[in-house]
């Protein structure tokens, strides 16, 4: 077996420049970052002035815990090129590392959960010190590291001088052990065994407590099972040196059975105890459950009670020296599952206890935790002393570690261009879910940038969403090359998906979360990577919600894709309220991150996928979110000018003019497009001057009327919206909408525009049955708006009337 300075050399890949000492260096840093994130979330509970009274947390038992991991992973075994997903509640340990590094500063650790300081949880978008991925949704930023590494290989083999230039990034999630009890944790590692990942490094806190007490026992014999099971390498970071040392000796090996039987929930309690003046708990149960076993009085007598409690808090996943030798057992790129037993709130008042979780020291308690750590007052925010070693040689260690390189570690990438000769669609009758498929197959058909930079990627519904020619084009990804078995054999498909390396369609199994997180980490390669990618993501529209956490888990990262949902609506008249969607259009208007638009026409989408591909780029852009259908629809003959390209990504434009003295307007999105004009050309001869609004995207007229709120809130100048000087062509108009949708996603137009509203939508669980029959069940028909029409017209004669009484 190697010796001490050795392993530790290994660990860090350069032998010749690791100091002799790293483990002091790495051991006087882990207990500056644990003074450090605990100072923070006391400063924000207890010294900083609260004007509202709320407690502010910050979760310092859960920091303490990965201390020991997050130090020797930043100061040692990280590289620039390394992405992490930090736990959540271990942010205020990764703001004390960039603080240390120069990465982050003071003022940002005293407004800790205050405007402008460092976040609750790490955030790419809200804090200073260049997160590589937000968490916060326990399991999410997990995931997200297997997916990155999917995105990584992607993007190494489709831009092969970026396999030339670097060694490939670990992408490495620190994880708390209840984040187990995910359920997108297991979808994706299965996903992950599919796509065969590299270079992904699973970290387990596993310090057996979780919000409401603590972890059932041998929990991690199901955890190594699991990762087992898809080809993980299983390292086990159990006991730390102390208790290695003791096991060696007479009575050793009875003690560690001990240990290891000993309930999660009796170990705890003794640790607490321990750490709180009461460390004779171990003595009395060791020596009565041992009774009789040789060499363990003796073994227990080497040690006074507080050393008996040193030895036997002595857990792997704390100890500085057996997480760096864990760690390099890391020796190639298959992906590993790090299993480190810490204390919950190890080293600290808190250690052990069930209600740590969320619990905050006392300020008698931080007193003493700031005496235990040698801190002097008035030296609270100091980022290093001299009590363990130098701070001039702190600070070179520092500056030498392998992560700690000068500059952003954010990557820069290129705009993509969207070509002049944007594909159309020219038919008589098609709907917008055909109209899609055909953009993109004609997209893949060339060889223009845009086309190389679309990935695409879908659960298990490729071929029911119009994915398959584009896939037939470019083909599926895959690190194993395999052809087409069907076309081999010359059996007659429609799909010739052939997979390899060069593939441009990533075929994922039917888990919401595993598409949402696969569009988030596709979407941030530019950042992470240096490679721009446009990703492209298809799903039924229902399904949304079922993994609506991860989308908005994606959107919070400023992640940028085109999330294509279709078919919407009760529109999918036969297949049943199940897979009817209703609330939809008010997720993509309420989502931030996301723009939702709805064409009911083939020249709308092409116009909006046009200028999407741009705003997934633009530096105040974002992701799009498309709800087609498909119902197809006659067409409108009418060329798409940059006039109305505009107007329909603005969000609206008249489709049949008003006149000015109109007294109603019908106002629709989507699909419904028939039954407004039926409904039109049968009111057309008593209502000459009916004019019909098509909104292709609610979201981006209540944006615009948002925004012109707040100018006006602000006392700023106000400008007319779009919608504004669309209405001003019917200035008295009473408004009709309709939508195949809940009718809230219209019906604020008429409080927008100070009018009359009449809003016609569906508000209840669809069913099996044919269009006509849906329709007139929901009051979407053309009879039920003839009739909302006529109660509008009756409405404002009724109001003129009144008002002339």
């Not at 779009?722 to 209405?727: A, F, S, V």
Request: hydrophobic letters at 40%; aromatic letters at 8%.
């Amino acid at each position: 077996m190697a010796g001490k300075a050795t392993q530790l050399a290994l660990v860090s890949g350069d032998k010749k420049d690791a100091p002799a000492d790293k483990l002091a260096y790495l051991k006087a840093l882990e207990r500056r970052v644990l003074w450090l994130s605990h100072w923070m979330i006391h400063n924000a509970n207890h010294v900083r002035p609260s004007r509202d009274g709320l407690k502010v947390g910050g979760h310092q038992a859960s920091s303490a815990s990965v201390a020991t991991l997050m130090t020797a992973l930043y100061f040692d075994i990280l590289r620039p090129e390394d992405r992490v997903a930090v736990k959540p509640h271990a942010s205020p340990i990764f703001h004390a590392i960039q603080y240390l590094m120069g990465r982050q500063d003071r003022d940002a650790l005293e407004n800790f959960r205050a405007l402008g300081g460092a976040q609750s949880y790490p955030s790419r978008t809200k804090d200073k010190d260049e997160v590589d991925f937000s968490t916060g949704s326990v399991g999410l930023g997990v995931a997200m590291t297997l997916f990155g590494s999917i995105t990584q290989d992607y993007v190494r083999q489709h831009f092969p001088e970026r396999e030339k230039a670097a060694k490939p990034g670990r992408m490495i999630a620190v994880m708390g052990d209840a984040e187990l009890d995910e359920g997108n944790i297991y979808e994706a590692l299965l996903e992950g065994w599919k796509y065969d990942i590299r270079n992904t490094w699973w970290v387990i806190d596993y310090n057996r407590q979780s919000l409401d007490g603590v972890v059932n026992d041998q929990l991690f014999q199901k955890i190594k099972g699991f990762f087992a099971a898809v080809g993980w390498k299983v390292v086990m970071i159990k006991y730390g040196k102390l208790l290695e040392e003791a096991f060696k000796k007479p009575g050793g090996e009875a003690l560690r059975n001990w240990i290891d039987d000993c309930p999660n929930d009796l170990y705890s309690a003794l640790v607490f105890k321990g750490q709180n003046g009461d460390p004779s708990g171990w003595r009395k149960h060791v020596l009565a459950d041992l009774a009789g076993h040789n060499g363990i009085p003796q073994l227990l007598a080497e040690y006074d009670d507080e050393g008996l409690h040193r030895l036997m808090t002595n857990l792997g996943g704390n100890d500085m020296e057996a997480v760096l030798e864990g760690f390099a057992q890391a020796e190639d790129d298959t992906p590993h599952c790090f299993i480190a037993y810490t204390i919950k709130g190890a080293q600290t008042p808190q250690a052990g206890h069930k209600d740590n979780h969320a619990g905050l020291m006392s300020v008698e308690q931080m007193a003493s935790f700031k005496s235990q750590m040698g801190i002097a007052d008035g030296a609270e925010w100091e980022a290093l002393d001299d009590r363990d070693l130098p701070v001039a040689k702190l600070r070179d260690f520092i500056a030498k570690a392998p992560f700690n390189q000068p500059g952003s570690r954010v990557k820069e990438s290129a705009r993509v261009a969207v070509p002049d000769d944007f594909p159309t669609v020219k038919a008589d009758r098609i709907s917008t879910q055909a109209a899609f498929g055909h953009i993109l197959n004609a997209l893949g058909k060339g060889r223009s940038d845009l086309a190389g930079r679309i990935v695409s990627t879908s659960p298990d519904v490729t071929v029911s969403t119009n994915l398959g020619a584009w896939v037939n084009q470019r083909g599926i990804f895959s690190r194993r090359a395999r052809d087409d078995i069907f076309r081999a054999e010359k059996v007659v498909s429609a799909q010739k998906w052939a997979r390899s390396l060069t593939g441009q369609h990533i075929e994922l199994g039917i888990a919401e979360n595993n598409l949402f997180i696969m569009l988030a980490a596709l979407g941030l390669a530019g950042p992470l990577f240096g490679e721009k990618l446009l990703p492209v993501g298809t799903l039924y529209d229902p399904f949304i919600a079922r993994g609506l956490d991860a989308l908005n888990y994606a959107c919070y990262q400023d992640a940028r894709f085109m999330l294509v949902s279709t078919p919407s609506g009760i529109t999918l008249a036969p297949e049943g309220g199940a897979h009817q969607s209703i609330s939809t259009p008010l997720i993509g208007m309420g989502q931030p991150g996301l723009t939702y638009f709805e064409p009911a026409y083939a020249d709308e989408l092409a116009a909006v996928m046009r200028w999407g591909f741009g705003h997934m780029q633009a530096a105040d852009g974002g992701s799009l979110y498309l709800r087609l259908s498909t119902r197809g629809l006659e067409q409108p003959q009418r060329s798409l000018d940059a006039d109305f390209a505009a107007q329909v990504v603005a969000g609206a434009y008249w489709l049949v003019e008003p006149s000015p003295d109109s007294e109603v307007a019908l106002v629709y999105c989507g699909a419904v497009a028939p039954e407004i004009m039926e409904a039109h050309s049968a009111l057309a001869e008593d209502m000459p001057g009916l004019g019909v609004l098509a909104v292709t995207s609610p979201d981006r007229l209540y944006s615009d009327w948002n925004r012109q709120t707040e100018a006006r809130r602000k006392g700023q100048k106000v400008q007319p919206t779009h919608l504004d000087r669309l209405l001003a062509q019917a200035p008295a108009a009473a408004l009709v909408t309709a939508h195949d949708s809940h009718p809230a996603a219209l019906s604020w137009i008429g409080a927008a525009a100070g009018r009359p509203v009449h809003a016609l939508g569906v508000t209840k669980f669809g069913q099996s049955a044919d269009l006509p029959d849906l329709y007139r069940v929901h009051g979407l028909d053309a009879e039920a708006l003839i009739d909302a029409v006529a109660t509008a017209c009756l409405g404002r004669i009724g109001g003129r009337l009144g008002g002339s009484l």
